[in-house]
């Protein structure tokens, strides 16, 4: 027994004393999951069981159907069947709340009749698959309506649709409230105002008298008095008491600029009315709309989309936001705290790593806006104050004063955060568009920054650090710049992925030039460039890895082993630049130890294979991380970095 304990212990002492790499070249990285605080995500409707309503759904933009069973203390996606992951309305079987219904932007209805444990389509006779608002009759429940380019009825659940236009005065149909003493009795808000029918939807009538905005996002009705409804608008707040034949605007309170975009009344209190807004948060009135107060303390956002109130126990409430998740209020809107816990919905664009402190890194993702680490990724913190829009499509860091980063967002421009993600600040003096799809800096004089601009196909560039910038353009085609990357050695020099190849500019932009000889394809989604010997790079594509040795003046493909060439992404070891990785869409990760002449998969631990972003750690590069597209971000380390420790104890 001694000598069998004696070669265990000899084993385990050779191992330490051996490089990692030898030790376990065979095991190579494990990953894990490091994604502790990135939660949340735009949720667009929230829906409660009424019977037991610690139990309540999420319909969320790009996540799908999210469930939790404790008051949104945890949830988990609810997905199974779904072929959209857009849900924009969700509506429950009031008599059977395990029966519900999805509105998808694109798939038309699904049904679940399991508890979202499993979900079919349901959608014949369905003239439009975009769906959003869902209403359900709460006497007759297998009798539901549906906002889809207009109004269409079911009477069987689901199974079959019948339009029902007759008089409506717009098709866009944006939400949809029917009265609960007498169903036949139902409200349209659409683009032109209010349209209501006492029919069942048979036929409708515009009923608009005094909207002084006929863009309506939301409706209410009052439980106990269904004559009494209200409507939100990007104007405010308007209510009729006497079923929609008159109306009057009830704002005092609100901001002048308060777009209401959801309404929730207290079905027992029926005087108590919340608005959510696009720009002030949630507001409180107790007197039936006559005054508002904000009611913000603890809400994790001010873009709110959707609010939901437990039926038993109306002072708890939840509020959806645009990026940060729901909210939890449980005295009536006085505090909220977050309410996210296993809320993956956003991905993760992109992850940039602090290059002198690489503990700290960010996250940007498509939602959430930023998130930042300062452990490794162990825990995150959000770090979007100041940012308008939280889809971030890309990240930059100072290289040189790492607590000052840029943040390319999808629809407001670029925002330069000068104290490690604390605040942002716009800086988008110049700039034509406002949806950036790629950053880069200049590692040598970091106030020269470059963007690409997605929708008007170009690119810009800033010598003040993101104060100004000036479009450097000349040579480009008109095709959306998806990634940039700048010669280390000779920042002059840099290279612009696009839908039609790489370019190259030698004069920082002034003018560029066509380098695709060789690319076999030219759809660019990732560029690399060796870090010791800038003349090699590499792209990757829709269809794999290409490589050239002499600034892109031709390329060879690289896909010897690469089983998905799906390539979303790629990273080089800044030590050892033989040594990349590739992120693809599907086939996980990949690794090359030889310029990208073999590739072998690097997915154990993986268990979302759809990469969207890699990032190394600069001073231990045999540490990586990834960001995938269901919203997690996975720390990839050698197998003895994880194992020394527990030798050691």
């Known amino acids: ?50 019977r037991t309503p610690s139990t309540l759904y999420a319909g969320t933009n790009g996540g799908g159907v999210f469930k939790s069973v404790n008051g949104g203390e945890t949830w988990s996606d609810a997905n199974n069947g779904l072929t959209n992951l857009t849900v924009r309305t969700l509506a429950i079987n009031p008599k059977t709340p395990s029966m519900l219904y999805a509105g998808t932007d694109g798939d038309g209805v699904f049904k679940s009749a399991d508890g979202g444990a499993s979900w079919s389509a349901v959608n014949t006779g369905l003239t439009s698959y975009r769906i959003p608002t869902l209403a359900i009759d709460p006497q007759e429940p297998d009798t539901l309506y549906a906002g889809v380019g207009g109004v269409s009825k079911s009477v069987n659940g689901g199974e079959t649709w019948s339009v029902m236009n007759s008089g409506l005065t717009s098709l866009e149909v944006y939400t949809l409230a029917i009265d609960p003493q007498t169903p036949s009795t139902l409200y349209a808000g659409t683009y032109r105002g209010v349209s209501k029918s006492v029919d069942g939807g048979e036929n409708w009538n515009a009923v608009n008298t005094g909207l002084a905005d006929n863009k309506i996002q939301a409706l209410a009705i009052d439980p106990q008095a269904p004559s009494t409804l209200y409507a939100g608008s990007w104007r405010g707040v308007f209510k009729s008491v006497d079923g929609g034949a008159n109306w009057s605007m009830v704002n005092n309170g609100l901001p002048d600029d308060a777009n209401v975009t959801t309404l929730a009344i207290n079905p027992l209190t029926p005087a108590a009315v919340y608005a959510g807004t696009k720009n002030g948060g949630v507001f409180k009135s107790v007197n039936g709309g006559a005054d508002w107060n904000a009611v913000n303390t603890g809400l994790a956002m001010t873009h709110v989309t959707t609010l939901a109130i437990d039926p038993t126990t109306p002072a708890t409430l939840y509020a959806g936001t645009y990026g940060r998740g729901v909210s939890r209020s449980v005295d009536g809107g006085a505090s909220w705290r977050a309410a996210n816990t296993g809320m993956k919905v956003n991905r993760v664009n992109t992850l940039v790593v602090n290059p002198q402190t690489p503990l700290t890194l960010y996250a940007g993702t498509d939602g959430g806006g930023v998130f930042k680490s300062v452990d490794g990724g162990a825990s995150w913190s959000a770090a979007s104050t100041g940012l308008k829009v939280m889809r971030i499509n890309t990240l930059v860091i100072n290289p040189q004063t790492p607590s000052t980063l840029y943040a390319g967002t999808y629809g407001d421009g670029v925002f330069k955060s000068a104290d490690g993600g604390v605040s942002w600040n716009a800086v988008n003096t110049g700039l034509t568009d406002d949806f950036i799809t790629a950053l880069a800096i200049d590692p040598q004089e970091p106030d020269t920054l470059y963007v690409g601009i997605g929708l008007w196909y170009s690119v810009f560039k800033s010598v003040n650090g993101g104060e100004s910038w000036n479009a450097a353009n000349s040579g480009l085609p008109y095709a959306q710049v998806n990634t940039l990357v700048i010669d280390p050695q000779t920042p002059s020099t840099l290279y612009a992925g696009t839908y039609y190849g790489v370019f190259k500019s030698v004069d920082g932009g002034v003018s560029w030039n066509a380098v695709n000889t060789g690319l076999t394809n030219d759809f660019i989604t990732a560029l690399a460039i060796d870090p010791q010997e800038p003349d090699t790079l590499y792209a990757g594509t829709g269809g794999g890895v290409f490589k050239s040795v002499n600034g892109g003046e031709n390329w060879i493909a690289a896909n010897s082993g690469l089983t998905d060439t799906s390539v979303s992404t790629l990273a080089i070891d800044p030590q050892t630049p033989s040594t990349l990785y590739a992120g693809t869409r599907g086939g996980g990760v990949f690794k090359s130890v030889n310029g990208g002449a073999n590739w072998s998969e690097l997915n154990n631990g993986l268990t979302d294979t759809n990469v969207s972003t890699l990032a190394i750690d600069p001073q231990t590069p045999s540490t990586l991380y990834a960001g995938t597209d269901g919203g997690k971000v996975f720390k990839g380390q050698r197998a003895c970095s994880l194992f020394l420790p527990l030798i050691s104890r």
């Open 1 to 50: 027994m001694k000598k069998i304990l004696a070669v265990v212990l000899l084993v385990v002492i050779l191992t330490i004393s051996l490089p990692c790499s030898e030790a376990w070249a065979a095991e190579g990285i494990i990953w894990q999951r490091s994604d502790v605080g990135i939660e949340g995500g735009e949720v667009r409707a929230l829906a409660i069981d009424p």
